[in-house]
């Protein structure tokens, strides 16, 4: 977690004028950022940044005793990690020009406009944050380091990839920001939400919901809740699970299935953390942690105009992706000895002890429905099991001869270490592939002299004709 958390969103107001600053911090406390100091005394800025975190500096250029256009390179030389924005009564460029050139993050022109503040004040936490977060994972990743190993506890792997995911949410988690999990059907998205409400330290709820197969109505109405006499039956007014989720984290799940005024509404939620209750023309403000996940391709979706466009990119701040388990194959010992462990447990049973050659067979298969298509397929084989040796049955009859899943891309690199056979397959080819390939290959070479082609693959004319008989025609032929 990143270690200056606590006050990731304060902010301080730098201003001579007792009503600006007054009025500053009303506006900044209404749009939901709650810690803002102020200071009308510019001469003691540097001592007060000096034993108080602060996120980011509004700060006014006119001021007696030390100016803003004096304090701002102060600030920039031993603070720089804190975005500042500039504010003057005086609308003149070269001043603006100026201040950004000395490392000002924006510029305000005063009397402020509301709108305007919150904007700038919202980018500037933003690129803080970024900017935290970037310096962070740095550190993560060239020490390899792991502070909360019990949080993740639940998700069984030994998986580098997997480790690398850890890292990123325990330096994300400290964010409000938005963080959107991807992955195959079965992969633990679930799994992954509720590791980063807990490494957020959120003393509210951890509240989930299910977006499949909800029309905008009930959507709504479950997310936002609804006023009294909204429609018919609501003869109450009732609290949404945002209401629930507030100080915590609403988790959304199956976002990809979402209609489009639906998706309108969670683009307001992420935007402004704002919402209408069905009904209501009053907004309320948000003060949930979002975290959502999908097992679709957006960007097919968006290209298909069933998916908004602004929305995905409001959704990609923090981005995480839930590898298949078909890629994660050093996890399968690991992922079968503890689901034997917990069905026999759960069906209390003694945990049987599983033939060698099982995890290879699980290897070999592609597993459409991931971890959670895995944890079924033992507990179903530990129900049947009587005693001795667990049996393969139960596996073969789901396996049976299948190979491995073809990836998508036969002509893409390997990754490091991969077997160079999937570079040109795609796959772990058959003999019978291999031979195909290498019988197409000689027969190119030697411009469909079946003789020549013969003698570069080490067998007679006659064989070689034989099994050209047998396979598609070669080209040259």
């Keep these: 977690m990143i270690k200056e958390n606590k006050h990731m969103q304060r902010i301080l107001l730098i201003d001579d004028d007792a009503q600006i600053l007054e009025s500053c911090q ?19 800025v540097m001592a007060l940044l000096a034993r108080e975190d602060v996120a ?17 390179p102060q600030i920039v030389s031993k603070f720089p990690q804190i975005p500042v924005i500039v504010a003057t009564a005086s609308n003149d460029v070269d001043t603006a020009v100026n201040c950004i050139r000395e490392g000002a993050f924006d510029y305000l022109v005063k009397p402020i406009e509301v709108k305007r503040l919150v904007t700038s004040v919202k980018k500037a936490l933003e690129l ?25 506890r639940s998700i069984v792997t030994g998986n580098k990839g997997m480790r690398a995911i850890f890292q990123y949410l325990e330096v994300i988690s400290g964010t409000r920001q938005p963080v959107m999990i991807t992955g195959e ?16 330290g959120s003393s509210g709820e951890y509240v ?67 919402y209408y209750p069905v009904g209501s023309d009053f907004i309320k403000k948000s003060e949930a942690r979002i975290v959502l996940a999908t097992n679709r391709d957006l960007l097919d979706l968006i290209k298909r105009g069933k998916f908004r466009n602004d929305l995905y990119y409001r959704l990609c701040g923090h981005r995480v992706h839930l590898p298949p388990l078909r890629e994660r194959l050093d996890d399968i010992p690991l992922l079968l000895d503890h689901f034997l462990g917990a069905s026999a447990c759960c069906l209390g049973k003694k945990k049987p002890t599983p033939p060698p050659g099982l995890a290879v067979l699980l290897s070999l298969y592609h597993f459409p429905g991931n971890v959670r298509e ?99 025609p070669c080209p040259g032929e």
Excluded: W
């Design 128 to 152: 803080r944050s970024l900017s935290s977060e970037l310096s962070v994972l740095k550190d993560y990743m060239f020490t390899d380091r792991l502070d909360h190993p019990d949080t993740f």
């Design 185 to 200: 059907t079965g992969t633990g998205k679930e799994l992954i939400a509720r590791a980063i409400h807990t490494l957020s």
């Design 374 to 472: 895995f944890e079924a397929l033992v507990y179903d084989a530990v129900l049947r099991h009587t005693a001795g040796v667990l049996s393969m049955d139960t596996f073969r009859a789901v396996i049976g001869d299948e190979r491995p899943a073809q990836k998508s891309d036969p002509a893409a690199h390997p990754p490091s270490g991969e077997n160079p056979l999937n570079a040109i397959f795609g796959h772990f080819p058959t003999i019978d592939e291999v031979e195909e390939y290498m019988i197409r290959e000689a027969m190119k070479l030697s411009k469909g002299n079946q003789g020549m082609a013969g003698k570069i693959l080490g067998m007679g004319r006659q064989t070689l004709n034989k099994r050209l008989k047998t396979q598609s």
């Design 26 to 44: 009303s506006c900044l406390n209404s749009s939901g950022y709650k810690d803002v100091l102020t200071e009308s005394d510019s001469r003691t």
């Design 56 to 72: 980011i500096i509004v700060m006014d250029l006119r001021m007696p005793h030390l100016s803003g256009h004096e304090l701002l």
């Design 208 to 274: 989930a919901l299910n977006a499949a197969g909800l029309d905008d109505n009930m959507f709504s109405d479950t997310l936002f809740g609804h006023r009294k006499g909204a429609f018919t039956g609501a003869d109450q007014a009732r609290d949404g699970l945002i209401t629930r989720a507030a100080g915590g984290t609403l988790f959304l799940d199956e976002i990809g299935d979402l209609n489009e005024m639906s998706q309108v509404k969670l683009l307001r939620l992420l935007q402004e953390q704002e």
